[in-house]
């Protein structure tokens, strides 16, 4: 196939381009590189399945020649990231997408919208189905990546139900491996690169706010599948193995070696208290399953942010 991917050169998108080029698909991949960076696609650079355009959707999209699936990953994803982005982050959730829906329609070809577990806020619902329709504060700190993905996700229905094209939307639970950013803030990178410093690892509240984490490679498997689904409602991709921060917390101490404390700080507002997804629907549509267990998947994580770090320590 020809595929669009959007959001090609974050953490998520690059592994994703780098899967479908090794299954043999052509890949165009697009990003504006506000949060994404081209070192993520060095591997693909040889590859003559795959071209890069450094193209900001939210202006308009334009691809000569076939498409067959368009898959929407564009959009800032870590607290930090879109915190300093909101007004970008709003816009290509709404702008973005319906360029990206209308590159879709005019080329009749699938779409998928990568969402997320964001759209249940701070659930009430434990472990979260598809079915539950989220506590989501509209005006929060967080409202503007929340409601970016919520309306995203209405309008990837809008063109289902208006021009019965073949839409899909996957609810993406915390997602870790290699190429995430040292300092996206995110828990995963956090944490790990401050045990790899020596530092103090952060725990905000008392480290009892659950989180599920998916090793990269599952995921992008899992929106492999959800791409050939014939669903256009939400589908959970996540692991629902759950733990404690502090048990993440205390898991990269033992693996890293560190033996910096563990420093409390105060809970960020609408920070989410639990975080499960129910991926029942994922096993019964997609006959997926998270296969990468956790120490496997923390320690290549470690590995990488490790080389990442005596990288940079190393240039001049």
């Avoid at 202006?59 to 607290?79: E, R, T, W």
């Avoid at 189905?129 to 996700?153: H, I, L, M, Q």
């Avoid at 690892?201 to 995921?219: E, I």
Wanted: with cysteine.
């Amino acid at each position: 196939m020809r595929i669009i991917v959007a959001g090609a050169a974050g953490f998520i998108g690059s592994h994703l381009c780098e899967r479908l080029v090794t299954d043999g698909h052509e890949v165009v991949g697009l990003d504006n590189l506000i949060t994404g960076s081209v070192r993520n696609l060095e591997p693909l650079r040889p590859k003559p399945l795959f071209q890069f355009h450094n193209v900001d959707i939210v202006k308009g999209v334009s691809v000569d020649g076939p498409v067959d699936l368009v898959m929407n990953l564009a959009s800032p994803a870590s607290p930090k990231d879109y915190l300093n982005h909101r007004i970008a982050t709003l816009e290509v959730g709404s702008i973005g997408s319906q360029n990206l829906l209308d590159l879709a329609r005019l080329k009749q070809a699938r779409y998928l919208l990568a969402s997320t577990s964001e759209c249940y806020g701070d659930p009430l619902e434990h472990p979260q189905p598809e079915t539950y329709w989220g506590n989501v504060n509209p005006v929060g700190p967080r409202s503007c990546y929340d409601e970016s993905k919520r309306f995203a996700e209405a309008l990837a229905m809008a063109y289902h139900r208006s021009y019965g094209m073949p839409t899909r939307i996957a609810r993406i639970f915390n997602t870790y491996g290699p190429r995430m950013q040292l300092d996206d803030g995110r828990v995963v990178p956090s944490l790990v690169s401050q045990a790899l410093r020596g530092e103090p690892l952060t725990v905000f509240g008392d480290g009892s706010q659950t989180r599920s984490f998916c090793f990269v490679s599952d995921l992008v498997d899992g929106l492999i599948r959800l791409s050939t689904c014939q669903d256009p409602y939400p589908v959970n991709l996540g692991n629902p193995h759950e733990m404690t921060i502090l048990q993440f917390a205390e898991s990269v101490r033992r693996i890293t070696g560190a033996t910096a404390p563990i420093r409390f700080l105060e809970l960020p507002e609408d920070d989410p208290k639990v975080r499960r997804p129910d991926i029942s629907k994922a096993r019964r549509l997609l006959d997926w399953d998270p296969k990468v267990d956790f120490e496997d998947g923390i320690r290549r994580t470690i590995a990488f942010f490790q080389d990442a770090l005596e990288t940079a320590v190393a240039r001049p």
